[in-house]
């Protein structure tokens, strides 16, 4: 990977950016060619994990083992700790319990102290100590719905929304450590109709199978749901390594499996970025004047020489 030099805001601080998921696996598969990229860059990244995926389900057949369900705890761990050295990033436990996904009809009631049970007003805590401590420019994390509903994704949500604005404040927590208000949030949205249609439509074009014609079969495009994305990250050059830290996580990840059914250089000339709305700016509007940002640092690093 080539030397770049170090990006700075108008400062001279070296950029800093924070990534809040709710389990092992969840950086690498939301936003991780962006992470490579600025990492590459030279920015400083850091990835809070608030729970340690203790009731995920095994989604890779090969890893369906006993002893691996006997020690899925230790085991996704050592795959975060694997991703991690491949991004490049730190990684923080916040230190939850991962409340599993609710199944049935109607759903079963969610485990007693799970994560998705907590108050954000106060189990953004951990959250607030981390901000304050790496004094991010950027923080990113899923809109309202989780990204897909599942409870510790929508209390990921809530909980960085509440560190958010906790963290600027300096009545909030003093204990904690010096108030700091990062200049942006945003979230994830990569997972979108648009692109699902431009990459299925190309592997047809190309005379391949595609992995998404059931899930787009039925799924009505929402304008007002796609014209949120605001910012889009050109990283296609860094898919390889996203998808080297998904492997990683071989518990969650099947190798064989719709991850994996678009070759790269389908999506490096298909869809070459990753997405994102820009929904909190202490800067500035939340949304360009016109067309996309590039950059989740656009208004705050000192552009290139």
């Not at 608030?50 to 020690?71: H, V, W």
């Not at 990062?182 to 994830?188: S, V």
Request: hydrophobic content about 40%; proline content about 10%; overall charge negative.
């Amino acid at each position: 990977m080539e030397n770049r030099p170090v990006r700075v805001d108008a400062q001279g601080e070296p950029l800093r950016l924070l990534h809040v998921h709710a389990h092992p696996d969840d950086e690498s598969s939301k936003g991780a060619a962006t992470t490579a990229r600025y990492v590459a860059e030279g920015v400083e990244v850091v990835v809070a994990t608030c729970t340690g995926g203790e009731r995920g389900s095994i989604l890779n057949p090969a890893m369906e083992r006993p002893d691996i369900l006997a020690n899925i705890s230790e085991i996704r761990r050592a795959e975060m700790e694997a991703a991690r050295e491949i991004l490049g990033v730190r990684q923080v436990w916040l230190g939850f319990v991962d409340s599993g996904l609710p199944e049935g009809d109607p759903l079963p009631p969610l485990p007693e102290g799970c994560f998705a049970l907590t108050d954000p007003a106060e189990s953004c805590a951990p959250l607030v100590a981390l901000i304050r401590e790496l004094r991010p420019h950027v923080i990113t994390t899923y809109d309202e719905n989780g990204g897909y509903p599942h409870p510790d994704h929508i209390m990921c949500h809530r909980v960085t929304l509440a560190a958010w604005e906790a963290a600027a404040d300096p009545q909030a927590f003093p204990e904690l450590g010096e108030p700091w208000a990062a200049p942006k949030l945003y979230y994830h949205f990569s997972f979108h109709h648009d692109r699902m249609m431009a990459l299925h439509e190309a592997m047809l074009a190309h005379g391949m199978e595609s992995p998404y014609a059931e899930r787009l079969d039925g799924w009505v495009r929402d304008p007002a749901h796609q014209d949120r994305i605001t910012t889009r990250v050109p990283c296609a050059e860094y898919f390889s390594v996203r998808d080297k830290a998904l492997l990683a996580h071989a518990t969650q990840v099947d190798p064989d499996g719709a991850w994996f059914a678009v070759p790269l250089h389908v999506q490096t000339a298909v869809w070459p970025t990753e997405d994102y709305e820009l929904a909190r700016s202490r800067i500035g509007p939340t949304r360009p004047a016109e067309g996309f940002e590039d950059d989740l640092f656009a208004g705050i690093a000192v552009p290139a020489p």
